[in-house]
């Protein structure tokens, strides 16, 4: 192609046999495990692959070497490359075969940006910001943006979201009358679920307008505008004490130089001696940033933490105690496959809007992101705690689990 | 008493009321809480005290002002210093009111001394081996001397320690035909269960001579001994590989230097890439020493870990990724009350042997725990974990609590 400089003369392989030279570099530095990489005529990699990586050009070859993560992301989204064969299956694959590498120093220095209020509006804007109508072709009714509880793998997305929000409720066992803070509330689902289910007040706060706006006016139309208040606010914003506080999907935007911000909001939100809540996250079993291209294009400035960064860094110094703790990677996985399911239908039927990049980069992100799920790269974390020596959850798990909304 | 040494001149308080000044010293190291601290016709502290700790002599009270937490378990063992009232409500207290305290340096130092086999064997004899005849007058009819899990509080301790082993037996998803390695077996409740209801193969490791011989015997006598296979070894000494791997209570005996190896251990028990496993053991919300009188004459070399320790320095190094944490810290208090109620309706018996300094050391240890659990100082963590990725746990936790041992 035209844009391809000029390679500099080398000492290696003959010119003819480059394309393929190149190809077995990538294979080395992404990992081949049961892929195959082709250029024009040339292919490297396993003799039977799940799928076959194709590229339209060097150029695309090269900047995998360079920025493998950010490359691959871009080339697919640009069509300079092509998955032929199941998308998930290769992403798996390559899931798989790449995660015993190492972060490269750069991925770590891209994480010690503050995430100082005005840049988590920026970031928020970015993703969520991106059209309600966009998000409802593939998202559930509700609008839950989040890891789906499935009380069985058959269950439909619908009732899996519900779950999930009657889950969390149950976990933090609340009382009517009781006054719940949550950061970061999305579409307000979770928010309206606890108002409406278990007679509690809500201060719910997210920085995205376009949810926000969304979110009061479910409430009007519900009549519990008087039981929750949807702020456009940060979570450090907050100001009185709650009887809980809980937060599903918004720690993993949260910056880790934020950790103890953060850690001060829980603890300034609950009554001295008293009190719990519930983080719902994505996490990691090792501390390392997330993929690379996720995080420029998709979530800028997300990390998924281990739990053990989270117990340390968030809940010690809020002075909380981890009551609980579940691992719902596979309901993840399979919430994720709903998802792209919907989607691949929405675009086969003309109504995603966006230009075709748009459109390829987020069928990439959900792939890769079920794929990581469903491998292990990524966890699932909810995590109940409470203040010490609190005794107010229920006295086992087993009430988590009873028939229908307590 | 003549065992006390004359104490120099100082400009304090007058002779006359030097043991109300000890007192008041007394009460500001250790902390007042509701307690009342009394020698002689002199007492300070509390207006209207849950209890009143009673001093013998003036040397009972420097003690506590030089190494409060020895000084006091010691003397109360002695008879020096009297409980007069509720001894739960004051040790409960008192934990309350120290709690906010740092631990001494000393403190510390004294936990980074090696767990080398032989010293580890030397701290398990210390409290294992008092006589199998002392723990059956206190414990369930099995012999399991960790915590209970009650389906219910009113539950009796024999059903919950039945319910415990089978919780654990849950957790793990065990099926029948499969191999499990114990770490630190007790009297071979959980290895018989394990047996006996889910069909398994299990070798169990054990330090304690009395202990392993004792779980023979039984195994035998149910004919379970092809299926269980009781070793008196330390647990590094494993070889093979199993489908799961259980230890219960035995982690806070195994000090934070030895951390590494049990990864290691852990690591090498489970297959690549599949397996699971359950730790069970005390912890703590913060890093601190165990009570350094309990450490020191009850459990010497436990150390009780915090979550993020257990995860970060053992989960992580072992190539395994948290599914399930639990926390019975509610459990365990009640678990501890059965205990001592048991303890001293035998000790009024007559049933318990050795002097009576063993017998208030004992009687101490007891409330003392039970005060720790019921006030947060102490948590009971039950972790399960599997090789990422892997799938063979239950879809949800809703299995745990369906009914009867699947």
Redo the contacts between chains.
């Keep these: 192609m035209s844009s391809v400089r000029p390679l500099p003369p080398f000492a290696g392989p003959a010119p003819a046999s480059l394309d393929r030279w190149l190809l077995s570099a990538v294979a080395r530095r992404v990992g081949a495990g049961r892929l195959r990489y082709a250029l024009g005529p040339h292919a490297v990699g396993a003799a039977e692959p799940v799928a076959t990586v194709r590229f339209a050009d060097r150029r695309a070859l090269l900047g995998l070497l360079r920025e493998p993560e950010v490359a691959f992301g871009d080339s697919y989204a640009d069509g300079r490359i092509e998955i032929e064969g199941d998308l998930l299956a290769a992403v798996e694959d390559a899931s798989r075969a790449y995660e015993g590498r190492r972060p490269g120093l750069w991925s770590w220095l891209s994480l010690v940006a503050r995430h100082r209020p005005a840049r988590a509006r920026e970031n928020v804007h970015k993703h969520y910001d991106l059209g309600n109508a966009f998000y409802a072709e593939w998202l559930d009714r509700a609008l839950v943006y989040t890891c789906a509880?499935?009380?069985?793998?058959g269950q439909s997305l619908e009732d899996a979201q519900e779950a999930k929000l009657d889950l969390v409720c149950r976990k933090l066992a609340l009382q009517p009358g009781e006054r719940v803070f949550e950061a970061g509330c999305g579409w307000g689902g979770l928010a309206l679920h606890m108002a409406r289910r278990y007679g509690v007040r809500v201060t719910a706060c997210n920085l995205s307008r376009e949810q926000v706006a969304f979110a009061r006016a479910r409430a009007r139309a519900e009549g519990l505008d008087a039981a929750v208040e949807f702020r456009e606010a940060d979570y450090r914003e907050v100001e009185g004490t709650y009887d809980a506080f809980v937060s599903v999907g918004m720690l993993e935007h949260v910056g880790r130089r934020s950790y103890p911000e953060l850690a001060r909001v829980i603890d300034r939100c609950l009554p001295k001696g008293c009190g719990r809540g519930l983080l719902h996250f994505i996490g990691r079993?090792?501390p390392r940033p997330l993929n690379a291209w996720i995080r420029r294009r998709i979530f800028p400035g997300a990390y998924p933490p281990?739990?053990?960064?989270v117990?340390?860094g968030v809940l010690?110094p809020a002075g909380v105690?981890?009551?609980?703790?579940?691992?719902l990677r596979?309901h993840y996985a399979l919430t994720l496959d709903h998802w792209r399911r919907r989607y691949e239908r929405a675009v086969a039927a003309g109504r995603v809007g966006f230009d075709e990049r748009f459109r390829r980069a987020w069928r990439l992100y959900l792939a890769g992101s079920e794929a990581a799920f469903?491998?292990?790269w990524l966890?699932l974390?909810q995590v109940v705690f409470t203040r010490?020596?609190?005794?107010s959850l229920p006295?086992?798990?087993?009430a988590?689990?009873a028939d229908g909304p307590r």
């Design positions: 509880y499935f009380e069985a793998p079993d090792r281990t739990l053990d960064e117990v340390g010690r105690v981890v009551a609980d703790v579940e691992n596979r469903a491998t292990g966890e974390f010490r020596g609190d005794d006295w086992t798990r087993a988590f689990y």
